[in-house]
């Protein structure tokens, strides 16, 4: 009697190590989600906390970032794809700093690089901007 070899011979320890690196994989996944939602609450929270400010402004810059998905979708061959695009307005204020901020699409097609006007926000939220007369701004 003695030694008897394994059934599935080498194959033991390569699922033993397939485990592993699922493990390992399924908590970095997860730490990286709990990460991302601690900071997104932090955010949330500052702007709350920060006051809503009105300030004169000018539009300077717009742009725009398009994320594209694609999906091969099973054994029938379709192919389908989406994208969302995120929208970005840069203001300038009296001081001269310039401020970015995230916009819908609607408001973005209104606005025009050098409008005037009166921005209002809250920490790094944008709250609107209402366009003024150009002879009463930063005067």
Known sequence: MGYSPSPFGGFEIMFSIVAVIIIIVFIFV?????ISSIHGIKKWKRNNESPILT???????KR?????????????DMHHSSSSTTYYVT??????????????DT?????????????????????????????????
Not at 30 to 34: A, K, L, V
Not at 55 to 61: E, F, K, L, M, P
Not at 64 to 70: A, G, L, P
């Open 30 to 34: 997860f730490g990286t989600i709990i």
């Open 64 to 76: 725009s970032d398009v994320n594209y998905y694609h999906n091969n979708a099973g054994t029938d």
């Open 91 to 104: 203001f300038e204020v009296a001081s001269g700093d310039r401020i970015e901020f995230v916009t819908i």
């Open 107 to 139: 408001e973005y097609g209104l606005l025009v690089e050098h409008d005037m006007g009166k921005l209002t926000f809250q920490g790094t939220r944008y709250l609107g901007f209402v366009r003024g007369n150009r002879a009463n701004v930063f005067e």
């Open 55 to 61: 300030v004169d402004a000018t539009v300077v810059a």
